[in-house]
């Protein structure tokens, strides 16, 4: 689905990511773990075509989209979660949600769409004429993923979706990320809760300070590394016996 080959990018004279590889499947939900500023966001920045890569490949069903523009990269197949939902708080739930099928619109489509919506998160229809500035945290992230499934991506990336919510909520979208990919949509998640995401993804990337020190499958990370030593420190690489 996804091939990513030696990711480079910067902002400005701070180099972000250091030749990064990486690649997801048809049908899995692949985690991109790190501690803040390993250059997690910056990935999925670069492969949705916000932040330009100054070197590097992006393949999306072997098709080249290094350098394209984000509208692009999108009618392609590929929608992303940014961090901090980044909804539209003057506009309503139907609204932000007709703004995420604008590739796509078809009056009988859009219609199956929002029903489909509702299936997956039922408080959006109660919620269907109001604001989004008036929903609670959680309901704006679901209202951030709705809008990005509108336009039947082919990847789906979720930029920390978890990020800022109480323990209640953190639970009901992690239960969410699971059933979307049970439903076989294609994943790639950032996400700082390493535990959490351990829990439900296929394989995982690690990286540190722009570059990759790891991937695998979850069982293989928990074998090699103390996720708590990674986070919050007390180890080098070589106690820690990662194999790069």
């Known amino acids: 689905m996804l091939k990513v080959i030696d990711l480079h990018a910067s902002y400005g004279a701070i180099t972000a990511l250091r030749g990064v590889s990486l690649e997801v499947r048809q049908g899995e939900l692949v985690a991109l773990l790190g501690v803040n500023g390993a250059g997690k966001s910056t990935a999925l920045k670069s492969i949705s075509g916000v932040l330009r890569p100054i070197q590097g ?19 392609k197949g590929i929608s992303l979660v940014p961090e901090g939902r980044e909804i539209f708080t003057g506009l309503t739930v139907e609204e932000n949600l007709r703004l995420g099928a604008y590739t796509s619109y078809e009056r009988t ?3 199956n769409d929002l029903e489909e919506v509702f299936t997956l998160f039922p408080i959006l229809k109660e919620r269907f004429r109001q604001a989004g500035g008036l929903l609670s ?6 209202l951030a993923i709705a809008r990005a499934l509108m336009s039947h991506p082919k990847l789906l990336m979720l930029d920390e979706p978890s990020l800022g919510l ?10 969410l990320i699971h059933s979307l990919r049970e439903r076989g949509i294609t994943i790639l998640l950032v996400e700082q809760n390493a535990e959490r995401a351990l829990e439900i993804v296929d394989r995982v ?19 090699k590394l103390d996720i708590a030593t990674v986070y919050f420190g007390g180890a080098s690489d070589a106690e820690r016996e990662v194999s790069l």
């Open 57 to 75: 490949s992006i393949r999306l069903l072997d098709e080249e989209i290094a350098n394209k523009k984000p509208e692009v990269i999108l009618r």
């Open 109 to 111: 489509r859009y219609q």
């Open 137 to 142: 945290g959680g309901e704006q992230q679901q």
């Open 166 to 175: 109480s323990p209640t909520l953190v639970d009901q979208i992690f239960e």
């Open 205 to 223: 990337y690690l990286l540190k300070t722009g570059s990759l020190e790891f991937s695998g499958t979850p069982e293989e990370l928990k074998s």
